[in-house]
């Protein structure tokens, strides 16, 4: 159980500058929206209080610090804190590159874990305590650009702008408001300079499946997806942090890591062209080595298209290959391995008992995609550690998606490197990095908040109509008194 504080000192700034954009002095607020005299008194109010001077004085680094598990199959989870509201409060999310939404657990919703197995405490919260929080209409131009990609739907009863989220371990459901997020930079201990930005997000009244369960569950998510919901979409179009933002994934057991909103420059660095997709972070995945030899696999499995590619997402724990590419990569990993190690028995993955260090016995794996770029995998990044009496038994931690042509680069090969998703320069970039030295550093968690991932294969669960009716109900009960400010 890991829930380390994680702080950053001087030591991330020698190593890794975080490289923020030109920012405006004032917030760029929702354009096409035609308030009411009093809502636009209000944003007035909210712009001068807490933006501008904020803003001209940030200096660009937020860090959000991240907590979490990683300890595969099992368990993979990276969290953050976001703090919201006035007065604010903490709210723990999982950070998942892989979805577009922001939400939290809400006052009376249905199946929101009280308490994480983790050792978080789940707050709720509640748009009738915030004064700055204000429910988000069915014409607010951010619920129509929702509505185009199912991240939002219009409640034709109540005119409040809706959800109903499919993840693998279950659904949400619930209703948007907007209020305002808090974040910091890493330089400002004591949030003094502190940024409040307007965030729309989710308010959860229904969950479902294993999203009810406390060892998974944190409270809310964090997507970081690049529609026009996610976080990164939202500050970076209010000007508040470029549209780059990076992450380095502590791969030991007490996880963490660091969230960056902003992108981290370092030299070394290896990019590839992010595909066009409005919808998920795509890569052009174009051949897989193993210890050095191109597999024959058919180039029609690496193909993009709408339901197929290759796909980062953190919020998988382990690393899914495209049917097409599964077996031939797995076949290569054993017959290198299998000269030294021998099998061992397990239903889902191939396993070997292993004596001696997995560096000499594993070959490295090159995935090669567009631009002549090479992520190379050694060992530890696609083995699982299983406990055995028989002796160190180790797994392939790839997982075929079957029937499909889809690849899915989870936190097994995303951990131990810094990432960078940058959709200004339209590129993803990566790096080895030891993240538990830039996880040790850092200034206080005061600010830096919290992002979480943890997706399991259980997906396309359908949508359970009936209980809409519920949440329309629970939409309908919530205090009408609070206003908007976006
Ligand atoms: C949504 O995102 C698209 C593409 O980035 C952009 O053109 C559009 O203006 C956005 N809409 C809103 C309401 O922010
Ligand atoms: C929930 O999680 C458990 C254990 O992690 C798993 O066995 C089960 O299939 C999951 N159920 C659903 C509905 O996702
Ligand atoms: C992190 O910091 C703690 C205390 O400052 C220190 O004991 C520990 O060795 C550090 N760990 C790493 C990986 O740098």
Redesign the pocket.
């Known amino acids: 159980m890991a829930a380390t504080g994680i702080f950053l000192t001087a030591v991330i700034f020698t190593v890794a500058t975080v490289h923020c954009s030109s920012f405006p002095t004032t917030l760029t607020l929702e354009r096409g929206i035609s308030p009411s005299h009093d809502l636009a008194q209000l944003r007035e109010l909210d712009r001068s209080r807490h933006s501008r001077t904020l803003l001209a004085n940030h200096s660009g680094d937020i860090f959000f610090s991240l907590q979490g598990q990683y300890q595969p199959p ?1 368990m993979g989870i990276y969290y953050t804190r976001l703090r919201i509201g006035s007065p604010p409060k903490d709210y723990f999310v999982q950070i998942d590159t892989g979805s577009n939404v922001v939400w939290v657990s809400c006052v009376s919703c249905m199946g929101c874990p009280a308490k994480s197995d983790l050792g978080t405490t789940v707050n709720y919260y509640d748009p009738g305590t915030s004064t700055t929080s204000g429910l988000l209409p069915c014409w607010n131009n951010m619920c129509r650009a929702g509505s185009q990609s199912s991240d939002s739907f219009c409640s034709t009863r109540t005119s409040l702008c809706g959800f109903q989220l499919q993840y ?3 659904n949400a459901y619930g209703y948007y408001v907007a209020d305002l997020l808090h974040v910091y930079a890493a330089s400002d201990p004591d949030m003094k300079n502190a940024i409040s930005s307007p965030l729309v997000f989710g308010c959860a009244t229904m969950l479902t ?2 999203k009810t ?1 406390s ?2 569950v944190v409270g809310g998510m964090l997507g970081l997806g690049p529609r026009n919901l996610s976080l990164i979409s939202q500050l970076a179009s209010q000007g508040v942090t470029p549209r780059a933002f990076s992450h380095c994934l502590r791969g030991d057991e007490i996880g963490g890591g660091l969230l960056v909103l902003g992108e981290v420059h370092i030299p070394r660095m290896v990019y590839t062209t992010l595909v066009q997709s409005t919808s998920q972070y795509k890569l052009d995945l174009q051949s897989i080595a193993v210890a050095g030899k191109t597999l024959a696999i058919d180039e029609s499995v690496f193909k993009t298209t709408d339901t197929q590619g290759t796909v980062v997402d953190s919020g998988t724990t382990l690393a899914y290959l495209a049917d097409g590419a599964y077996d031939p990569v797995i076949e290569a990993i054993s017959e290198f391995a299998l000269r030294n190690a021998i099998s061992y028995p397990n239903n889902m993955y191939k396993c070997f008992l292993v004596g001696g260090s997995i560096d000499k016995l594993f070959p490295k794996v090159s995935l090669n995609f567009a631009d002549d770029s090479t992520m190379v995998l050694y060992p530890k990044d696609y083995l699982v550690k299983q406990s055995s009496l028989a002796g160190d038994v180790w797994c392939i931690g790839f997982e075929r998606v079957t029937g499909q042509q889809i690849t899915i680069l989870g936190d097994l090969v995303l951990k131990d490197k810094i990432i960078v998703y940058d959709m200004e320069k339209q590129r993803f970039g990566w790096t080895d990095y030891d993240c538990a030295v830039a996880a040790n550093s850092s200034v206080n968690n005061g600010n830096s908040q919290k992002g979480a991932t943890s997706k ?1 294969s ?1 997906r396309n ?1 359908p949508y359970e109509v009936v209980l809409m009716m519920i949440i329309m109900l629970l939409m309908h009960m919530i205090p009408s008194s609070s206003y908007l400010f976006l």
């Open positions: 099992v693998p371990d279950g499946g294993n369960k060892h998974k399991s259980e669960v």
